[in-house]
């Protein structure tokens, strides 16, 4: 799809974790929980409660509000990267320090901070590009009609 045909969006923060990534976004808007809250071998969320149960953020952009739980929320991210199930990039709301060591250990590209919340701009699917050196988050979807 060109630019042409496209509606983009950019936003502005601060940069967590160096790097750029782009991909499809994995949006929600709860606070996930590594340790028991999500299959780190899959990427795929099994809090039961959840509203993204049975979904799976392997290889997207995860938009998120941020960690709860304990500090296994890192170790479980990272098992995810390494066994391929983590995400490309990740977009949150709160940081905190689980959060702040969960993307440090993921080693993706990460951004917070952002002038607009971008639970309220990104929707599910939208293609998204994470640069974490600048702090820029730049979304693209088809264009309105």
């Known amino acids: 799809m060109s630019d042409e045909q496209q509606d983009v ?14 991909g499809e976004a994995f949006v929600t808007s709860q606070t996930l929980s590594g340790f028991g809250g999500i ?6 969320v099994t809090e039961r409660r959840h509203e993204k149960v049975g979904q799976s953020f392997a290889g997207k952009v995860l938009v998120f509000r941020g960690a ?7 170790s479980n991210f990272q098992t995810a990267r390494l ?5 490309l990039a990740v977009i949150f709301n ?4 689980k959060m702040a060591l969960g993307a440090v ?14 639970l309220e701009v990104i929707q599910d699917g939208d293609w998204v590009k994470v640069d974490g050196n600048e702090g820029v988050v730049e979304i693209r979807r088809p264009a309105s009609a």
């Open 105 to 118: 250990v993921m080693r993706v590209p990460a951004v917070t901070d952002l002038d607009q919340n971008p």
């Open 94 to 97: 709160e940081l905190t320090t």
């Open 39 to 44: 299959d780190p071998m899959t990427g795929t």
């Open 83 to 87: 066994a391929g199930a983590g995400p």
């Open 9 to 22: 969006i950019v936003l502005r923060g601060r940069g967590v974790v160096e790097g750029v990534a782009e």
């Open 68 to 74: 709860k739980g304990s500090s296994g929320w890192a």
